[in-house]
């Protein structure tokens, strides 16, 4: 018996196989890579006043996908967040619409540092560094990301 391998022999002598080849960047499991739903990445940044005023809109008989769409118009993310957790709506419409109340808060945002630069005379930047944060989450969402990144990383130890 020789060493030489045949073209079919994947195997070597020992009868063992090659680990599976993964592109650079993908190491674990296979089902870690797994999108998560929104359910699993978004409910636990709605808080309690939140979930309490979308349960008595819901008691009241409110579609909580339209009421999410008038928060969505209005810049309200929170409240968005709150009413597409309850919506039956697929999960890419939901990370849409959460992205597009982030993106309307920013554009708010900008406006009102606008109105302000003209009555008083001066800059505010932080107003514009907020609008920023906000179209960054809009991206963020969008991928099928958290909201803050990092959320659910383990920290590293010293």
Do not use: C, W
């Amino acid at each position: 018996m020789s060493d030489s391998h045949t073209p079919n022999d994947h195997h070597g002598a020992s009868g063992a196989q090659p680990p599976a080849q993964r592109p650079a960047g993908q190491d674990g499991p296979p089902h870690d890579k797994q999108p998560k739903t929104f359910d699993a990445l978004y409910r636990a940044q709605n808080k309690e006043v939140f979930r309490a005023l979308v349960a008595r809109e819901l008691l009241a008989g409110h579609d909580p996908s339209a009421r999410a769409g008038e928060y969505v118009e209005r810049g309200k993310p929170e409240f968005v967040l709150a009413f597409l957790l309850a919506a039956d709506l697929p999960d890419a419409d939901k990370r849409e619409l959460l992205a597009r109340a982030y993106e309307q808060r920013a554009q708010l945002t900008e406006q009102k540092a606008d109105e302000f630069d003209r009555r008083f005379h001066r800059p505010f930047p932080l107003l514009r560094l907020e609008a920023s944060k906000d179209r960054t989450l809009a991206q963020r969402i969008r991928a099928g990301g958290t909201l803050r990144p990092g959320l659910g990383r383990p920290l590293p130890t010293l």
